[in-house]
């Protein structure tokens, strides 16, 4: 079993190994345009380990990947649903912090590099100090 287990392993990793190729062959191929390119690379960008940030980090990515979320921050959409009154709440501030970095991920002249989410992280920490020194 742990044979198989061994095995299917190894070929899924030669299956990942191999779409990526062709991801990357169709990305550099002369018959894309500018834009097309662009569109391809848009947010893929890292994002800096602040402390203990990493599963903050890959959730954001996650999120930011999804595509009526991520559209609904850079539109700026969720400003019509911000309650900046509410006492428990932010005033709109985390909201703002996670719509700043979503457009710095997506902007193309960001892409593959690496961010930092220390405007989010300080929102979070403001808002949640146990997570103070994370």
Sequence with gaps: QAEQEKEIEQQTKQETEQETEQQTVQVSSSHHTE?????????????????????????????????????YFIQNHYQDHINK???????????????????LM?????????LSPDSL??????LAPQFLGF
Excluded: D, F, H
């Design 35 to 71: 834009k097309q390119i662009e569109a391809i690379t848009s947010g893929v960008v890292g994002l800096m380990n602040l402390g203990n940030t990493c599963y903050m980090n890959s959730s954001i990515q996650c999120l930011s990947n999804v595509p009526v979320l991520k559209e």
């Design 121 to 126: 992280k300080t929102v979070v920490t403001k």
């Design 106 to 114: 997506w902007r193309s002249e960001n892409s593959g590099r690496v």
């Design 85 to 103: 009154k509410n006492p428990l709440g932010s005033g709109g501030n985390l909201a703002e912090a996670y719509a700043e970095l979503i457009k």
